[in-house]
């Protein structure tokens, strides 16, 4: 019996379509992945909708991790709504080499990054389709030296939206924290948002409430930490301090100092205990 000989089986063009994909995609998390191969710990900061104060807690977060003497960064990830630079009043922009390296610039020793240097003007909409917000997000992910970081704060864009998808499938994050307010819409938009988190098997830290007192209440955080099994980092009370925007807040403001030592504590604790059971 004679066994006809053949060559190699040759992909369909679009099985090669798929291929090249895969081989795009895994190219570019390893060249991410050797950007990210000095920084500790990576913590997305996340909430379900806009307007919740997420950008004022990750700022106030840095800027605390900072001050305990940590090498901190933050990545302002937010494409078409872009606050960091405003919050943290950043006014050097990141440097840059021959090949497009960008090396992020420290205020209030935190490194900076954030769509809002490029703007030639802070009130000008980005009016961007989805693609395009993938490509400058991937940008920032690849091209961005941060040096040796001991954790990297990243602003994540609200919902559950492509472009906070983009960054949860591509960025290497060791845990989330979410925000929320006291109202039930908020808590409503919160859930979803650690749904989402959920389905990606992504550790979550856990869940604060800001904008908490007389004026909205209080209690949705501990509400929504109990009913998603997750632990409560603390409530985050809406104070006259912050009124005054010259700094982040925990640099003029005792009381906010302590509200966020507290949640600085558990969050550095929680992180202690993965490093500890990933060396034993």
């Not at 440097?95 to 610039?105: I, K, M, S, T």
């Not at 020793?109 to 693609?131: C, H, N, T, Y």
């Not at 030296?145 to 704060?153: A, H, S, T």
Request: proline share 6%; aromatic share 6%; charged share 25%.
């Amino acid at each position: 019996m004679t066994i006809p000989v053949t060559g190699p089986i040759q992909p369909t063009p679009q099985q090669q379509a798929q291929l090249d994909n895969i081989r795009r995609q895994w190219q570019q998390k390893k060249r991410i992945a050797d950007h990210f191969s000095k920084i500790g710990k990576t913590l997305a900061v996340y909430s379900g909708k806009g307007g919740v104060g997420k950008t004022t807690v990750a700022i106030n977060l840095a800027v605390m991790l900072a001050n305990r003497g940590a090498k901190v960064g933050i990545l302002d990830a937010d494409i078409d709504c872009p606050n960091v630079v405003k919050a943290m009043k950043a006014d050097l922009r990141p440097g840059h080499n021959e090949d497009g390296e960008l090396f992020p610039e420290p205020k209030w020793g935190v490194k900076v990054l954030s769509m809002g240097f490029f703007q030639r003007d802070e009130e000008e909409a980005i009016v961007w389709r989805g693609p395009m917000i993938h490509n400058a997000i991937t940008q920032f992910l690849e091209k961005t030296n941060w040096g040796e970081l001991d954790y990297l704060i990243t602003d994540l864009p609200p919902g559950t939206s492509d472009a906070p998808l983009t960054l949860m499938q591509t960025l290497p994050i060791d845990g989330f924290i979410v925000v929320t307010t006291p109202q039930e819409l908020s808590k409503i938009d919160a859930k979803r948002s650690i749904n989402m988190i959920k389905k990606l098997n992504t550790r979550i830290l856990g869940v604060i409430e800001n904008f908490a007192g007389d004026v909205f209440g209080s209690g949705a955080g501990e509400e929504l930490s109990r009913e998603m099994e997750l632990p409560f980092l603390g409530r985050l009370n809406l104070l006259p301090d912050y009124r005054d925007t010259e700094k982040p807040t925990v640099l003029l403001s005792n009381k906010v100092r302590e509200e966020y030592q507290n949640v600085v504590e558990q969050v550095v604790a929680a992180l202690s205990v993965d490093k500890r059971q990933s060396e034993s």
